[in-house]
């Protein structure tokens, strides 16, 4: 078994060529979407296996020497296929989770977030579970964040009404506690926008 061929990559490419490589085939190659399942999975394996070693610089290394040597390269030969194959789904599923957080904290709908995970080999039922926990997920840290702020702002305001208060008893205009209580309701609508909606402050 040769890793570079298994991959279609060459031994000088960059750790991200590699990661691109591992995608792509573990999208043409994944089980669920394949007509062959039994080829697909034994391929999968392969893949996977192919990946956890060209990933690692100092297993590469051993394994290119291994190569130049002309000796078989051991890769965990106590291990039975099946707990491969378990490593290799958790790995992809896992690639599935981080790439579904990245675009979920962009404010992408889940339907368009289940699509690309499509894309990427996870199969329909998979990819909608993935993509609509990422989103309830988000919404929760924003809502529990924004929260926090209305509470702040809450109390930013009282503080500006009550500095106003004393500062209108006294005969004055302190423009000071009216910035103040301008900012505190600016900050609470701010909250309670991102509160309804859940969305992530994006900076433009």
């Keep these: 078994m040769n890793y570079y061929e298994i ?104 339907t368009k977030i289940k699509k690309e995970l499509v894309k990427r080999g996870c199969p329909i039922h998979i990819s909608e579970k993935i993509a609509i926990y990422v989103e309830s997920n988000r919404k929760k840290e924003v809502r529990a964040a924004a929260l926090k702020s209305i509470l702040v702002a809450i109390g930013s305001f009282i503080v500006g009404i009550i500095i106003f208060a004393i500062a209108y008893a006294m005969g004055r205009f302190w423009i000071g506690g009216f910035l103040f209580f301008i900012i505190a309701i600016i900050n609470l609508l701010k909250g309670i926008y991102y509160l309804v909606t859940g969305r992530v402050p994006i900076e433009s």
């Excluded at 991200?16 to 697909?40: C, F, G, M, T």
């Excluded at 394996?45 to 000796?71: N, T, V």
């Excluded at 051991?74 to 378990?86: H, K």
């Design 7 to 110: 991959l279609g990559i060459d031994k000088n490419v960059s750790q991200a060529e590699i990661k691109s490589a591992y995608r792509k085939q573990s999208l043409k190659w994944h089980p669920d979407v394949n007509q062959n399942k039994s080829e697909a999975t034994e391929r999968f394996r392969d893949i996977y296996e192919a990946y956890s070693i060209l990933s690692d610089p100092g297993k590469k290394l051993e394994y290119d020497k291994s190569l130049e040597d002309g000796i078989r390269y051991s890769y965990n030969e106590d291990r039975n296929y099946q707990e491969r194959y378990r490593d290799a789904y958790e790995a992809f599923i896992l690639e599935m989770y981080r790439l579904a957080y990245e675009l979920t904290y962009q404010n992408i709908h889940y």
